[in-house]
């Protein structure tokens, strides 16, 4: 059984404090007010084993991707939906998802 280790609820970030924590963030940019990123990986069960370790993490964090995957890539946008924005739980979504996807 998973133990949830969520975070407080946070709140949406100003445009000024997304831009600041963006460059911590490798490979991710701001699309349509949402952190954004492609990644491809070698095939179909790369990119699925990728997202089924993200789940693990997205669901210990309560917090959870839009995100797609055709083939070898996955397409992420990460939003707060219940903050109206990107917030800290976003960037730390996205630095979980870089370090699971170097590995």
Known sequence: MLTIEAM??????????IEAKL???PGWSLVDGKLHRELRFADFVEAMGFMTRVALHAEKLDHHPEWSNVYSRVVVDLTTHDA??????DFELARRMNTLAEG
């Open 23 to 25: 460059p911590g963030i």
């Open 8 to 17: 407080p609820r946070p709140k949406a970030l100003s445009a000024s404090e």
């Open 84 to 89: 109206g924005g990107v917030t800290d739980l």
